[in-house]
């Protein structure tokens, strides 16, 4: 439970550069200026799906927070320790974190 909360503190809180890391928008984190280089202010060129979107980056969130829990959660059932469902649940978030950046990429006609 405690690593699925770090985890889940984690992603939540380095959305906005994880999204600047996936489809390289600009995106910073909150307390740095947020969403306001996003590449959705500029007049031409591509839009960061998840800014226009934000339904998509919901759901990507949600898929990635319950791939981390799932695999937090597998892993603490056989082993004890902090670490390893840690890192379970971080590698995870972040192989769902490329899927969904495939597919909202896709659906939203984002250049990769």
Known sequence: MLCS???GAAT???LLPLCNVLFGCGCTWSWAGGIEHCNIYEAAGRH???CMHPRSA??????MLSAQTFAAWA?????????APLFAGA???GAVA???RSVVAWWAGYPL
């Not at 919901?58 to 898929?63: D, F, I």
């Not at 892993?75 to 670490?83: D, F, Q």
Request: aromatic share 6%; with cysteine; net charge positive.
């Open 98 to 100: 490329l899927v969904a």
């Open 58 to 63: 919901a759901l990507s969130l949600a898929a």
């Open 12 to 14: 939540v809180v380095s």
């Open 75 to 83: 892993l603490a059932r056989r082993r004890s320790g902090v670490l």
């Open 5 to 7: 909360a770090l985890l």
């Open 48 to 50: 960061c799906p998840w």
């Open 91 to 93: 590698f995870a978030g």
